[in-house]
């Protein structure tokens, strides 16, 4: 008898009564002090003498980890409530509350590194060779590194605090946007208005006439709110330019590549082999026009189904489906899938209210995760929901360890979803159960391979130009549609008959602010975590500790550090990503054949 599962997610575990929990409320008071007493402790420690030094500093750095803890705990919190609900006017001050303590602590953690610059060599070697502060040697002479490159401490904290209403508040408002969009659409003869989320799910209908209507709907509406929009990213990117000006950094790439813990060589051999596979993407996209009866692909036919498979699967079925193909990799990882659907940590429910999109978000003090997406019963769906298990996974794995490594990185996080993700799809093709189900199922793999190569790195290029117009002033939103649908025709070799002007405005990953171009790392990831999966078929049952112990390893060395000590490759050499490409190929090829 197959389980069956919740898909609201249990938040009250963590803090019961939503926005308005007392409890909730306590643990930000509570936090508020600890930041305080952390506060106190590092000015402590810059007294401290040479012969007081190491157990001063063990202490210290046990309740930065402590409270970094709770301050992710807490962002963890609201950022579900305000997910679960874009009109709860309670969690957004509640986000702005926590966004305070953020800085407040930023500011105390400024403090502290200027006392990592301070120490001299000799001290500062013996420090990390500490046997309790050895483990933490990695996270350490990083923030060591950077805080040398940045701004004295007193002007880094300004920033930090300005940034609260500035910075990061073009980031609430693009939120606020969201929010109040709603899409008219007509179903069963009622017409219903949709949030940006349902609407996204209903241009992904086999129906082209439904699509496109509603497509032409989504561009209107989001070009209704472009003015908004543009502000947001004018001053977004305005402010970023100016901080890095005066950090003196020449490169805007400098922070995201520092982020990630990868060299500007490593992301420019992936995308040279990227670049060499265009062709054969271009051909793909070609025969499924072909198939879907047009002459070229629009923008929101690139991700519309093939076939007549409308086969919908049930949010039980799809948790059934990934609990086993994941235990066909490991044991482990099919219990903690089990454990997150039982316990109801998914909140997947289609309903209107919600924010677009997808995420998992950690909770290190409660030791869970919570997933969240809106589950409509196709096989995109099923994928999406493999990979955020992936993420929770990742973090799982990482739970004993001690704080400061435990602070992976976008590109690492994304490896182990797409991982996640890839044993679910790869097993959904294997298991068709005829030619045309079999078509529809590839197809939506190769779906994602086009959305890393192509839809990705149109970002990419739309974001490095837009920052190279931003730097001679502010940027108009006919420019920005143009900008955007440039980036579009080079990413996708110009093989689309239409184009998506107003994405800049509609796609979250341009406004967040912890994270500058958040794009190429799911590209990085889904090529590095093909890598591992071909990996894990080719050993079997004794990969499954491997992986986990890359996974534990992820916040503690340099990506290409990780990828010689675990798989034995350069990835710094368009070699090693020309290989995790051919695999993508050989997709398309089987697609081609089977659709001749």
Same mark, same amino acid.
């Given at each position: ?9 249990? #938040? ?32 402590? $420690? ?15 750095? $046990? ?255 799809? $948790? ?20 997150? !659907? ?35 019963? *196709? ?42 993700? #890839? ?31 192509? *839809? ?5 290029? !739309? ?14 939103? $006919? ?30 990953? !341009? ?7 958040? *794009? ?77």
């Amino acid at each position: 008898m197959q389980a069956h599962y919740n898909p609201v997610w249990n #938040m009250d575990s963590i803090f019961p009564g939503g926005s308005e929990s007392a409890e909730f409320a306590a643990f930000l008071t509570q936090l508020e002090k600890n930041i305080g007493l952390l506060g106190d402790q590092v000015h402590k $420690a810059k007294e401290a003498t040479e012969q007081d030094r190491l157990p001063v500093w063990r202490e210290l750095l $046990a309740s930065i980890q402590n409270t970094s803890a709770q301050l992710r705990e807490a962002g963890a919190y609201v950022s579900c409530l305000t997910a679960q609900n874009v009109h709860d006017e309670t969690a957004k001050l509640l986000s702005g509350q926590v966004k305070n303590l953020s800085a407040a602590l930023g500011a105390v953690i400024n403090i502290w590194e200027e006392q990592l610059l301070a120490l001299p060599e000799d001290a500062w070697n013996k420090l990390v060779a500490d046997e309790a502060i050895k483990p933490l040697a990695f996270p350490l002479n990083e923030r060591r590194r950077r805080a040398k490159e940045k701004l004295p401490v007193e002007q880094e904290i300004l920033a930090n605090d300005l940034a609260i209403d500035g910075y990061h508040a073009w980031q609430d408002l693009y939120n606020t946007v969201v929010g109040r969009i709603a899409i008219p659409h007509e179903a069963d003869g009622k017409v219903k208005q949709l949030s940006v989320g349902q609407a996204d799910n209903v241009m992904h209908s086999p129906d082209m006439s439904v699509r496109q209507e509603m497509f032409a709907k989504w561009e209107a509406a989001w070009g209704k709110e472009a003015d908004l929009c543009a502000h947001a990213l004018n001053h977004l990117g305005g402010f970023r330019l100016n901080l890095y000006r005066h950090r003196g950094w020449d490169s805007i790439m400098k922070e995201p590549l520092d982020i990630n813990r990868m060299s500007e060589q490593t992301l420019d051999a992936m995308w040279s082999a990227i670049n060499e596979s265009k062709e054969k993407l271009v051909q793909y996209l070609n025969r499924k026009a072909k198939l879907l009866g047009m002459a070229k692909l629009g923008w929101v036919d690139v991700a519309a189904p093939v076939g007549k498979v409308t086969k919908t699967v049930t949010y039980d079925e799809g $948790a059934a489906f990934i609990i086993e193909q994941f235990g066909r990799f490991s044991p482990k990882m099919a219990d903690f899938a089990r454990k997150a !659907f039982e316990q109801r940590w998914i909140e997947a429910e289609d309903r209107a209210g919600k924010r677009p999109g997808g995420f998992c978000t950690s909770f290190p003090v409660s030791k869970q995760s919570r997933i969240f997406m809106t589950y409509a019963g *196709n096989a995109s769906n099923v994928s999406t929901l493999a990979h955020e298990l992936g993420h929770a996974y990742h973090q799982h794995v990482m739970n004993d360890l001690p704080q400061m490594v435990q602070g992976y990185a976008m590109n690492v996080a994304e490896t182990a979803s797409t991982f996640a993700e #890839m044993i679910v799809s790869d097993a959904a093709v294997k298991r068709a159960e005829s030619r045309e189900e079999k078509i529809a199922l590839l197809e939506d793999k190769i779906q994602q391979t086009v959305a890393f190569f192509m *839809n990705i790195q149109a970002r990419v290029i !739309f974001e490095k130009n837009f920052y190279a117009e931003r730097k001679k002033g502010l940027v108009s939103k $006919a420019k920005l549609n143009q900008l955007m649908e440039d980036a579009q025709k080079e990413a996708f070799n110009d093989s689309l008959s239409e184009y998506h002007p107003h994405f800049w405005a509609s796609k979250l990953h !341009f406004y967040i602010t912890t994270y500058p171009f958040y *794009n190429f790392p799911y590209t990085f990831g889904y090529l590095f975590s093909l890598s591992i999966y071909a990996r894990a078929l080719s050993e079997g049952a004794s990969f499954e500790q491997k992986y986990i112990d890359l996974l534990r390893d992820t916040a503690r060395m340099t990506v290409e550090e990780l990828a010689q000590k675990h798989l034995d490759v350069d990835i710094t050499k368009p070699d090693f990503w020309r290989a995790a490409v051919k695999l993508t190929v050989q997709d398309v090829e089987e697609f081609l054949q089977l659709t001749e």
